[in-house]
């Protein structure tokens, strides 16, 4: 079955402490992205990857880092989590930055 | 003034009813996307728009470049069509994904 796959699906963590949201697709697509969702501020781009190597930022990329090493992963790395992270994360792939998109199914993340 | 504004914020219709939603946005695109988000949280890409209009079941999609305006229409409403609606604009040829920009979102509900 064609999929996004994030995990993990929740997540608490404390402040400081680094963590990775791992995302994968197995539909061999050029272009991958990540958001979060936020109440009252809707979905925000963090990063988006056209392609093996290369990645680029996206409206709030402030806190975060990214990877493609390989075209089907496409890690989201928090290395020093704060409580403003707090948010619903989704990753997304299509086969060309305009293609349709599929997302995966999110990933809760609380940091205290 | 948001890039990309939706009406309405909330709806509630009956089963049957016909749904527009719509989208405004002041920037120039390189496709519309239309999303759909359950209320479990996952989100499902509907459609991608250039130009015209696309239709797929009972969803019609809309775009009029010229106004910069989108509509989503729901033929035949029914209660799993309960969802969060949001559009997206992505930025023109020289700007591929950084300026994906999200829409707030439109909640409808759909009574029996």
């Known amino acids: 079955e064609a999929q996004v796959t994030q995990n993990p699906r929740y997540l608490i963590t404390v402040t400081g402490k680094k963590l990775t949201v791992t995302c994968s697709q197995n539909?061999?697509?050029?272009?991958m992205s990540w958001y979060r969702q936020d109440p009252g501020l809707g979905l925000r781009q963090i990063y988006y990857s056209m392609n093996v190597e290369v990645t680029d930022k996206g409206d709030v990329p402030e806190g975060y880092k990214v990877s493609r090493k390989e075209k089907r992963n496409f890690p989201l790395i928090l290395e020093s989590p704060s409580p403003n992270q707090t948010s619903l994360y989704f990753c997304?792939?299509?086969?060309?930055?305009?293609?349709?998109?599929?997302f995966g199914s999110g990933t809760r993340l609380t940091v205290v | 003034k948001n890039e990309v504004e939706q009406s309405p914020q909330n709806l509630t219709a009956q089963e049957g009813e016909f749904i527009t939603i719509n989208c405004s946005y002041s920037?120039?695109?390189?496709?519309l996307h239309w999303l759909q988000q359950h209320p479990g949280g996952g989100i499902v890409s509907l459609f991608m728009l250039s130009s015209g209009k696309k239709k797929h079941g009972r969803l019609i999609a809309t775009i009029n470049i010229q106004e910069k305006h989108s509509s989503l229409h729901i033929t035949a409403s029914h209660p799993r069509d309960s969802a969060v609606y949001i559009c997206a604009v992505r930025g023109g040829a020289n700007n591929y994904g950084q300026n994906f920009v999200f829409g707030p979102g439109t909640r409808l509900s759909v009574l029996p």
């Open positions: 920037v120039g695109i390189s496709a």
């Open positions: 997304a792939s299509s086969p060309t930055v305009y293609g349709g998109y599929t």
């Open positions: 539909m061999n697509h050029e272009y």
